[in-house]
């Protein structure tokens, strides 16, 4: 599976971006399920929402729950991650990834594949 994010870009503190990440390749990812994660230089990746294979099942991190919105259309093999309300905090490289089976938790160990990144910065 390779995968491929896209979307970011500079944003006012309270605005908006939507990422998108989707397979390339003749991969598909409709049987796994589907994670966001950011990381700032010098950190950790960092979880921010994943996707069950059907979108039956979603989860946030705390410091984005309310803001972020994750869904998927696997029709065109694509994830999204709609983000609201964005603060100077949310500024990191995004990276999608997909999950080991249909169902993954919030790890970074629980997803197999991973795109190469998108950069989100967010200005006062």
């Known amino acids: 599976v390779q995968l491929q994010a896209f979307g970011g870009g500079l944003v006012q503190a309270g605005g908006s971006l939507r990422l998108s990440c989707a397979a390339t390749r003749r991969s598909t990812i409709s049987n796994n399920a589907m994670g966001w994660f950011r990381q700032t230089p010098g950190k950790e990746r960092e979880f921010v929402a994943r996707?069950?294979?059907?979108?039956?099942?979603?989860g946030y991190a705390d410091t984005v729950k309310g803001r972020f919105t994750i869904s998927r259309d696997n029709a065109k093999n694509t994830v999204y991650l709609q983000m609201n309300s964005l603060k100077l905090e949310d500024t990191a490289v995004h990276y999608c990834?997909?999950?080991?089976?249909?169902?993954?938790?919030?790890?970074?160990?629980?997803?197999?594949?991973w795109g190469q990144g998108t950069q989100v910065t967010v200005s006062s």
């Open positions: 990834a997909a999950g080991r089976g249909s169902y993954s938790g919030d790890s970074v160990a629980s997803y197999q594949y």
């Open positions: 996707i069950s294979w059907r979108g039956d099942s979603t």
